[in-house]
Structure formats: C-alpha cells, structure tokens
C-alpha cells in the first residue's frame, strides 16, 4: 500500500513494537479481503457460517459469555483534569491508564494477526468526514468494522492534508473482565480497548470514536455528535422531511429507523427512509438550519424482537451479508431469536451453542447483527449526501412504563435541551448491570460523552444560537403503560402517528394542549384512522403527582452540576418547578 501516509506507518510501526504480532495486515476493504478474512474466521472457529441458501453470506459469532455487553463500570475518559471528564463519566489519569495498559498490551498479539482498519467516518467526500484507523487482533472486530465503517484505501484517499486521524488500539488480551478496560484520551483524539471483543467495547469507531472523541471534537469545532437515528419523512403531497431522534440503547432506534408506515397511512401516501440508526453528526449549515449526517455504514442492531411484525425492513435486510452475534442457530443452520416469526424450532441450540431446553432465553437478550447500510431497501438517497440532511426536528425519547406522555413539544430550544438534558430511561440489556432501573440519561448520551456534562448542555445551547432556524424539540415515550399495566400505544409503524403531528407542529397546523412539560397532542389531532387505541388517552395524560416528582427529580439532576449547571439550565429548572400551568389531564382529550 503505497499510499499510507507516513504518520500512520510510524505509528503502526511503534505499536506493533509493544504488540509483537506475528504478522501485519493492512485492510484494503476488497471484496478479495473480506472473503479471505471469512474463511480465516471459520477456520479458526469465529465465524460459523449460516445456511448459504436461506442466508447468504451470513455468519453466527458466539462470545465469550462473560463478554456480551458494553461494560460502563470499566470505560474511561483519561483527560488530564479530573473534572474535565465530569460527574457522569468514571476517570483515570492518561499516564496511569496508559501504563496499566500498556503492561497488558505488551507482547500480547504474539503468534497472531494484527489489522490495520483504516476507517472513515462519513460519506468519503463529505466535508464532515472524520478518518482513523483501528488496530485489532481480532478477525471478527475487522470484519465487523468492514460493515459499519468506509473501510480501506478509501481512507488513504479520504486521509485529511493536516496529517489528522484517530487512534484506536484494540486487543483482545486474555478476555479476562478483570483486565478488560476502555480507554479515551480526548486530547490525543486516541482510544485504547484491551480484554473485549463486543460491540462498543472493540468496535471503537462506534462508541468510543463517533461518540466520545467526536462529542469533543464537536465542542471544539461547533457542531454536535449524537446518540440519535435520522430518518425521512413524506406526509402525503408534502415535502421529505428530516427527523432526528435520541433513545438510549435497546430503546427502539432501529425500529423508528426504519419505520413502515401502518396500512391506513401507507394508503394515504406516507412514506419513510431511513438515514441512520444510531450515531448523528449535527451542524449549523450557512442557511440557519441545523444538518446532519450519518457517521456509519452499517447497522449494529439488536436481533431479538425483531420480526416480520415489528420491523419488516430490518427482516428484509438482515438475509445476507449479515453477522449475527449471539443469537440461537436451528439445526437447519438459520438463526433464531426470542420474538422471531417463526415459532422456536426443534433442536435448537442456544447463544451459547448448547441444545436448548427453553429455561433460559435461546438468543442473549443483547444478541446482534451487523449488517451494511446498504442493504436496506428503505435507505434514503440523502444518506449519500455529502452535506448531510436539514433536521427539522429532534426528538428525545426513552423506555418510561409511567409519567412521561407519548409525546410533548417543548416550547423552545432552552427548554428542548433542558428536557432532553434530564431525560431518564429504564435499563436494558445493552450494558452490563441491571435491567429495568430507571436512570437519568442526559440526552441519550450518559455512556458516550466524553467531557464535562455541564459544558455539554451549555454547548448545546451555544449551538442552538447560531442556529436562526432550529429544529422543534419534543420528547416521545412509546413505553408507557396504564394503571393495569398494559401498554398505552402499539409503537413500531404507528409511531408515524406521533410523527405525523410532529411535524404539523413544526409547521404550526395544530395547536395542542399547555402542560407543565409543554405541548401536549390533542387526541383529534393526531391521525388514527385504522387504528384501536383505547389506553391512548392514558398515554396524552400527565397525572399531577406523578408529573411533580418528575419536575423535582428533573430539577435535583441538573442542579447537582452545581457551577457548571449552565444558567439557563437552572432557570428552566425553577421554572418547571414553579410553572403553575396545570396539567389539564382531562381538558387535553375532551
Ligand atoms: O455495544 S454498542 O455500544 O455498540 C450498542 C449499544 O449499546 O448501543
Ligand atoms: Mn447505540
């Protein structure tokens, strides 16, 4: 490779140095390369492949099982001020981490294979890409980049003329969880990961590049890197509109991603696209709008729930091409996951490779595929975009069984930010730890910001002012359940609904109903032809008690940044404890 830019060879050379591999390989991102990889992989037991007939060119990798999830308790943001990383991120001092890791990086791809994944992030001949290259000794981790980044000489080409790219350094080491740790060096835009090989843990460009670094860089640069999907959205005889929305993980990203819109819309004309599912690159272009582009080229998304009823696009583009990650495998060498259309096949053997016996979920609950954008027949044309997508509005959602309404606008930008800023969700299986305990997580972004939460919502607003025509801001929560625990509303291709009245918001069609957290819908407003919804009044109420709590809780989070709560912050936070707005719960659905 003729091309590599001397920056990147002096750097590959230093760290193969402390790795010791065996041999180097430079990922070209050839057609040629990744069959050659695929056979290396099943070889070596990595990759099993899948029914070639059913499947074609679909994989099944099994993990350690003590390796299944993001791992929070051990990622770090190393910046050399403790109180730069913030109170939401866990801190270790750069040249303590550096050294702790650098004793289990030593000597530890002896006799293996180290890639070199040169990545670009971004379509390659946007303005807004960002290039970098990850070095791993895993087969599995290179050829799951290959998917969801531009990987290749296409970096070599996309290579800044300033000499700039990120650093990432991933090794499996023994995959030991005592010694499993992810590193981010902000001021060295560097990331290094030892003793994982799941998803965001060894994956750096996702979480740890498009995220954490990048939530950086944006702050430093003027724009925003985001925990959000983007979608398209075509009301009928109305022009495509762009929607972004945050969720934490295992929220429903992809669902609303790739959204069908439900027979009695689809009949009047609505039509949807998808741009992105997970990560958004946000920037005030020179027309006072906010613009994003999709910083992936894949699809890292969560198998189980998926099916034919709930995202029909996903089921057609999982086919081929695909790795899967921890689901089940039917004797006839198709997977299978809990909420699969098909029923649970005989002879099934578990994530886990052993026959399954039903007392325990067949596929992990965090069981993934990674599959290429492009495969999607809903991919948008503008995903190509080098300029990206003009967001007309921003959407923060979350898991919440009670409290939150399916969806309310907030009345500006300050008040957008402060809610998105407090936004809370149950826990999912996405990390490690417990599931289903409700968390504050600011933006969507609680495991994923690199710096100071507090500088983080003031750079929000600061972005917000250069913008002379912001997206509206609302928050969504499809999750919500009533006094017998049932759930209020469908979700999945009747989110269009909610969506719907968004955007006739934007527009200012409709009116809605004042509350203490904004805008409510009015139920005539939002378009229900075809659908039965009879909790959906439970799900546009606000029950005082149960709002107040929340203006308390909403107000104790943000306060507790103490000096560095942005003022505006704070006065949204007095006035959503004072506002003596009622609620109105049952004027808003006479
Ligand atoms: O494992 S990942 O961080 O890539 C997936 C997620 O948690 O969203
Ligand atoms: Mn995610």
């Known amino acids: 490779m003729s091309q ?38 099943v070889r070596e037991g990595v990759l099993i492949p899948l029914n070639p007939v059913t499947h074609p ?56 294979t180290l890639y070199v994944v040169p990545f670009v992030l971004g379509p390659e001949d ?24 531009r990987v ?26 005592s010694r499993r740790f992810i590193c981010h060096f902000p001021e060295e835009d560097t990331a290094w990961s030892i003793g994982s090989g799941y998803g965001g843990n060894a994956l750096l460009p996702k979480k740890s590049v498009a995220l954490r670094l990048a939530s950086v860089r944006a702050r430093d640069e003027g724009w925003l890197a985001e925990h959000m999907l983007l979608l398209a959205v075509q009301p009928p005889g109305g022009a495509v509109r762009y929607v972004a929305a945050a969720f934490p993980s295992q929220c429903g990203k992809t669902n609303l991603a790739m959204v069908t819109p439900p027979p009695a819309l689809a009949q009047k004309g609505w039509r949807a696209w998808i741009v992105g599912d997970d990560i958004a690159w946000l920037r005030p272009g020179g027309d006072g709008r906010l613009w994003a ?14 099916s034919s009823a709930t995202n029909p696009v996903a089921m057609a583009t999982i086919d081929r091409d695909t790795i899967y990650t921890n689901v089940a495998l039917a004797p006839d060498g198709t997977p299978w996951w809990e909420g699969h259309d098909r029923p649970a096949p005989e002879g099934l053997l578990d994530w886990q490779g052993r026959p399954w016996d039903g007392s325990s979920p067949a596929a992990h609950p965090n069981a993934r595929f990674t599959v290429p954008l492009t495969n999607c027949p809903t991919l ?43 936004l809370a969700s149950e826990t999912t299986a996405a990390a490690t730890g417990k599931v289903g305990v409700l968390r504050r997580d600011p933006m969507a972004m609680l495991p994923f910001l690199g710096y100071h939460l ?48 968004v955007l006739d918001r934007c527009d200012r069609r409709v009116g809605g109903v004042p509350s203490r957290f904004g805008l409510l819908p009015r139920r005539e407003d939002l378009d229900l032809e075809g659908l039965d919804a009879p909790r959906l009044d439970a799900a546009l109420t606000l029950i005082p008690a149960e709002a107040e709590a929340e203006a308390k809780d909403r107000t104790a989070f943000i306060l507790e940044l103490a000096e560095r709560c942005p003022s505006t912050m704070r006065a949204e936070a007095e006035r959503l404890l004072t506002d003596a707005q009622a609620p109105a719960p049952t004027a808003a659905h006479a």
């Open 152 to 177: 290749g000489e296409v970096a070599w080409r996309a290579f800044p003329a300033d000499g700039h790219f990120t650093r990432c350094l991933h090794g499996l080491g023994d995959q030991d969880p």
């Open 57 to 112: 060119r679909c994989f099944l990798h099994r993990s350690r099982p003590d390796d299944t999830a993001r791992t929070e308790h051990l990622t770090f943001v190393c910046s050399h001020l403790k109180e730069d990383a913030g109170p939401t991120n866990h801190w270790w001092a750069p040249d303590d981490a550096k050294a702790r890791l650098t004793a289990l990086f030593r000597d530890s791809m002896r006799g293996r």
């Open 4 to 41: 590599v830019p001397e920056v990147v060879r002096a750097w590959v050379d230093a760290c193969a140095e402390m790795l010791s591999p065996e041999r180097v390989h430079w990922m070209d991102g050839s057609e040629a390369e990744r069959t050659a990889l695929e056979a290396t992989a």
């Open 126 to 149: 946007s303005p807004f890409r960002k290039v970098g290259v990850q070095l791993t000794d895993s087969v599995y981790v290179a050829l799951n980049l290959r998917i969801m980044t």
């Open 293 to 306: 582009i999709n910083p992936e080229n894949g699809f890292f998304g969560v198998a189980p729930g998926t």
């Open 454 to 501: 507090g500088d983080y919502l003031q750079h929000w607003l600061d972005v917000g002012a250069a913008l002379s025509k912001p997206p509206r801001i609302f928050g969504v929560n499809w999750f919500r359940k009533d006094a017998s625990g049932a759930f209020t509303w469908p979700g999945f291709g009747d989110n269009l609904r909610v969506l719907g009245w």
């Open 380 to 422: 948008a044309a503008a995903a190509r975009d080098p300029q990206g997508v003009p967001i007309d509005a921003i959407l923060f959602g979350a898991r919440r069984a009670t409290t939150m309404p399916l969806v309310h606008e907030a009345r500006d930008w300050a008040q957008g930010v402060f809610f998105g800023g407090t």
